[in-house]
């Protein structure tokens, strides 16, 4: 297993995929790492692609805030997406894309060992939890694979488009508590 600065370089000059030709940053991922909890996202936006850094555009705001409500934040959790660059127009990053990127998250989630995953998106939940993962239905639910528990919930940035989405987040974030007291992870 690589080393987080081997990880980092690696991922720094990364050319698998196009998304290389359009990036302004790599979009490695933020926070502790050791934290016992891990966010992923699909992938990085404009402003995160600007500032090389995830969730910091009006989705990141809105995660942050979601987050203070369970008492938790870049502070004591890891934050990182399912692909590095961004993908043009926000569109869904593609199965090869994905592919091309998977490693590097794979390791993060090795050097980091958290205790919960928490897939924010469809895209997230249809990598790491199972391919037909369906987001509407399986958000809030618990799955737990090697040893670490997974969960998912609505991607942030769709909560801004479709605000009736809301009240299950707030739901999912209570049931992410009750798991972390569960596990005694200290916030």
Known sequence: MRTWEELERDCGSCTRCGLCRTRHNVVFGVGPRDADVMFVGEGPGEQEDLRGEPFVGPAGMLLDDMLSII??????????????????HNRDPQEQEQEACIDYLRDQMALVRPKVIVC???????????????????????????????????????????????????????????????LQVEL
Do not use: Q
């Open 71 to 88: 008492d938790l934040g870049r502070h004591n959790c890891y934050i990182a997406n399912i692909v590095k660059c961004r993908p043009p």
């Open 120 to 182: 924010l998106g469809r895209i997230a939940a249809m990598k790491l939890i199972k391919p037909d993962f369906r987001i509407t239905r399986e958000h809030g639910g618990w799955m737990e694979k090697g040893g670490v528990w997974f969960t998912a919930m609505y991607h942030p940035s769709a909560l801004l488009r479709d605000v009736s989405k809301r009240p299950e987040t707030f739901e999912d974030l209570l049931s992410l508590r009750e798991k972390l007291r569960e």
